[in-house]
């Protein structure tokens, strides 16, 4: 749970970068109601900010659009060809259900996370910004000892060689991984029991 001012904060100062690990119901289709960001406006969802749970933060690498038009839409992508319903499925009635979604490199629009890898590798200056700028981001939630969650590998060597030392960082695949829905969620479900129960 949090409170509406940080709430409200944190959408206006992150509002195309961040959403929460909180979607609309899927019906007819497992991609349907992906974008419906009417569950993320606590005017209309009245449970929102109890929902909501700062203390995991699950962290992707950067922004694979650079379309993202409306408030807390990152994550909550609605084309045809986005995964974002896969994350969706997996966490659902998870204990990373309403956790904080952001990437730790904002501005770099770029679908392929091995060129992400090799710019920052070449500009390490640049890395070092970004999580600066995360940490920022985190002292704006509220919270002192969140959990961090790396979707994928590249997400999870950055914060590990520059936060190890500072938090608990739980890796798991990320959603875009080619494998299933059923499958991404079984093994979201085991990382949760090993990492987040001890």
């Not at 979607?23 to 909501?52: F, M």
């Not at 904080?100 to 501005?107: A, E, P, Q, S």
């Not at 919270?143 to 060689?161: C, F, K, S």
Request: glycine share 4%; charged share 25%.
């Amino acid at each position: 749970m949090i409170t509406n001012e940080i709430y409200q904060l944190m959408k206006k100062k992150y509002q195309f970068y961040s959403s929460w690990a909180i979607w609309a119901e899927e019906s007819e289709t497992p991609k349907s109601n992906v974008g419906d960001l009417s569950v993320l406006n606590p005017a209309i969802n009245k449970n929102l900010l109890n929902e909501l749970n700062p203390n995991i933060i699950l962290v992707a690498l950067n922004i694979s659009r650079g379309d993202i038009q409306e408030p807390l839409a990152n994550f909550h992508d609605k084309r045809s060809e986005a995964t974002d319903y896969k994350l969706r499925y997996a966490l659902k009635d998870t204990a990373l259900w309403g956790g904080y979604l952001t990437d730790i490199i904002k501005d770099f629009d770029q679908k392929i996370s091995g060129k992400v890898v090799s710019f920052l590798k070449e500009n390490p200056r640049f890395e070092k910004e970004n999580v600066d700028y995360f940490l920022e981001e985190i002292s704006n939630l509220g919270v002192t000892n969140p959990i961090l969650i790396a979707l994928g590998t590249p997400t999870y060597e950055i914060l590990d060689r520059h936060l190890g030392n500072q938090f608990n960082i739980i890796k798991i695949r990320h959603y875009a991984f080619r494998e299933n829905k059923e499958k991404y969620r079984s093994h979201v479900l085991e990382v949760c029991s090993s990492k987040l129960n001890k």
